[in-house]
T-cell receptor, first 114, second 115 residues
Framework: DAGVTQSPTHLIKTRGQHVTLRCSPI?????VSWYQQVLGQGPQFIFQ???????GRGNFPDRFSARQFPNYSSELNVNALLLGDSALYLC?????????????FGQGTRLTVV | AQSVTQLDSQVPVFEEAPVELRCNYS??????LFWYVQYPNQGLQLLLK??????LVKGINGFEAEFNKSQTSFHLRKPSVHISDTAEYFC?????????????FGQGTELSVKP
């Protein structure tokens, strides 16, 4: 079975641009979470979606938004990119999104803002 | 708010030696605790988790961790490490009553196993 897949794996953007990152969860998983991992730090929670509705939001500015589609895939959008948005963006999927169910992580999208 | 402190940013150790990676969390009425491993250029993989019950939790790859409520700690141990254990290790905590499934991670500990 395919694991969590994220695309693209790497991309470079210029300050002020917009970016869309994509995530396909494991088949049957209905919850997707997004995390930002800045170099040298632990992942920081951005969003969680379950059954196409936002269930949780971290302490990130409104430039960050996400959505989940009927097939449970998800997009993370970041507007007006800043240099500080450079990071590894991780997507995790799970059956229900409850914390007592295992979250499976993708390999991430490495975003570099120049 | 919950927080996690990993007391060592880097832990060098020789192959076949024992290792302990330390993790402390801010106190709460109840918590769920996790250890994840991240190999270079990969995502996170769950090593083990504590939800309730026995305070000694066994995970994959020979790792185990002990939940100590009085010390608010959840240290990760392995009696004999291999070169292949070289990776970044993250401790994480979550509120059982949080519907959003949010995991709060520590800063990570880089385990370097030398021959």
């Amino acid at each position: 079975d395919a694991g969590v897949t994220q695309s693209p794996t790497h991309l470079i953007k210029t300050r002020g641009q917009h970016v869309t990152l994509r995530c396909s969860p494991i088949s049957g998983h209905k919850s997707v979470s997004w995390y930002q991992q800045v170099l040298g730090q632990g992942p920081q929670f951005i969003f969680q979606y379950y059954e196409k509705e936002e269930r949780g939001r971290g302490n990130f500015p409104d430039r960050f938004s996400a959505r989940q589609f009927p097939n449970y895939s998800s997009e993370l959008n970041v507007n007006a990119l800043l240099l500080g948005d450079s990071a590894l963006y991780l997507c995790a999927s799970s059956w229900t999104g409850a914390v007592n169910t295992e979250a499976f992580f993708g390999q991430g999208t490495r975003l570099t803002v120049v | 708010a919950q927080s996690v402190t990993q007391l060592d940013s880097q832990v060098p150790v020789f192959e076949e030696a024992p290792v302990e990676l330390r993790c402390n969390y801010s106190s709460s009425v109840s918590v769920y605790l996790f250890w994840y491993v991240q190999y270079p250029n990969q995502g996170l993989q769950l090593l083990l988790k504590y939800l309730s019950g026995s305070t000694l939790v066994k995970g994959i790859n020979g790792f185990e961790a002990e939940f100590n409520k009085s010390q608010t700690s959840f240290h990760l141990r392995k009696p004999s490490v291999h070169i292949s254990d070289t990776a970044e290790y993250f401790c994480a905590v979550s509120d059982p009553y949080n519907q959003g499934g949010k995991l709060i991670f520590g800063q990570g500990t880089e385990l370097s196993v030398k021959p």
